[in-house]
């Protein structure tokens, strides 16, 4: 059971004369900056010229350059994309740390395997939202929080937790919860579920799910409306309550049919590969190729998402949500 920390842990004056850069302004960097402000934190940005350091400015914020950011502040919010983030870190903030700093990191990436090796001066945190970042800042903004794992990789001052407990109660995850976790386990079972689930396992259903009823001669609106469209008002029900309250709301017919058939679809053969995926991740391999990809200038993953984004369960899709009068967002 992951331990579940308190109010009563988070020491609310430990960040009185401490300043916060969020080094990196994309999707997260932007939802906790702007959390942290309004939880009365001083905060600053640090990023490289381009739209998100305008970005950074027109919401209100003192950006400069990362390097003056790191030099300006206590405490450093590490926001690079995982694939960039050791290249910048090498050149424009390990330069100019010094002691008593603490690096938070929102995923345990680069630390866990080892591409960022801090010097042994400084702190270094796991702060890890579960949520993309416009949920960490809508939910704050309606009065609650995205849940975060937190981890203290090295505590140099003795102040390592409390500086991670009020990041993430900053951010707003107090006001759900903050469970102890470990960069290993924050970092392998993340890949592991956007792997084998998020955005591989569940993308790779819908389509194969999709493409079966088309080749038996269905139509492709209806086949996505089927295989694709009514996935969220099943994944909602099973978020709000498991799939107990699933069951609670779809016929009986779909219960049966699900459990009775569910597990020849993802059968000994999937839960094999999900094995070899995983070991793949705790052994280092995927985070070694994705690096590589990266090193090449990313042409091969660049042309899969474009594959993907020209795939005929695609087009359907958009013409189905002209269909229901929404606005197609690709």
């Known amino acids: 059971m992951l331990r579940k920390f308190t109010e009563s842990d988070v020491n609310s004056d430990f960040f009185s004369?401490?300043?916060?850069?969020?080094?990196?302004?994309?999707?997260?960097?932007?939802s906790q900056a702007r959390n942290l402000r309004d939880s009365g934190l001083p905060v600053i940005v640090g990023n490289r010229p381009g739209k998100s350091y305008e970005s950074a400015i027109f919401d209100g914020f003192s950006a400069m350059s990362v390097s003056e950011a790191v030099s300006r502040s206590d405490i450093l919010g590490i926001f690079f994309p995982d694939e960039s983030a050791a290249e910048i870190?090498?050149?424009?903030?390990?330069?100019?740390?010094?002691?008593?700093?603490?690096?938070?990191?929102?995923?345990?990436?680069n630390i866990h395997y080892k591409f960022i090796i801090p010097p042994g001066n400084v702190d270094v945190v796991l702060v890890a939202p579960k949520g993309v970042g416009p949920m960490v800042r809508k939910l704050y903004e309606e009065g609650s929080g995205v849940p975060s794992l937190i981890s203290v990789h090295q505590d140099a001052?003795?102040?390592?937790?409390?500086?991670?407990?009020?990041?993430?109660?900053?951010?707003?995850?107090?006001?759900?919860?903050?469970?102890?976790?470990?960069?290993?386990?924050?970092?392998?079972?993340?890949?592991?579920?956007?792997q084998a689930v998020i955005c591989g396992g569940l993308p790779s259903l819908i389509t194969a799910a999709y493409q079966t009823l088309v080749n038996a001669g269905y139509p492709p609106e209806l086949a996505f409306s089927e295989c694709a469209h009514e996935v969220k008002l099943v994944v909602?029900?099973?978020y709000q309550g498991g799939f107990s309250k699933m069951h609670d709301f779809v016929s009986k017919t779909a219960g049966y049919g699900g459990i009775t058939r569910g597990d020849r679809v993802v059968g000994d053969e999937s839960k094999r590969v999900m094995k070899d995926i995983l070991d793949e991740i705790q052994s280092g391999e995927f985070?070694?190729?994705?690096?590589?990809?990266?090193?090449?200038?990313s042409k091969h993953y660049a042309g899969l998402v474009e594959q993907v984004k020209e795939s005929e369960i695609e087009k359907t899709g958009a013409e189905f949500r002209k269909l229901l009068g929404n606005t197609d967002r690709s």
């Open 236 to 238: 909602d029900l099973i």
């Open 157 to 194: 001052t003795g102040h390592a937790l409390d500086i991670a407990l009020g990041f993430a109660s900053g951010i707003g995850s107090n006001r759900s919860a903050i469970l102890e976790s470990s960069f290993k386990d924050e970092t392998e079972t993340d890949l592991f579920g956007e």
């Open 89 to 109: 870190y090498a050149k424009d903030v390990a330069p100019y740390l010094r002691a008593g700093q603490c690096l938070v990191f929102a995923h345990g990436f």
């Open 17 to 30: 004369g401490k300043r916060i850069a969020i080094l990196g302004y994309g999707s997260q960097g932007r």
């Open 287 to 297: 985070a070694n190729e994705w690096m590589a990809e990266k090193r090449a200038g």
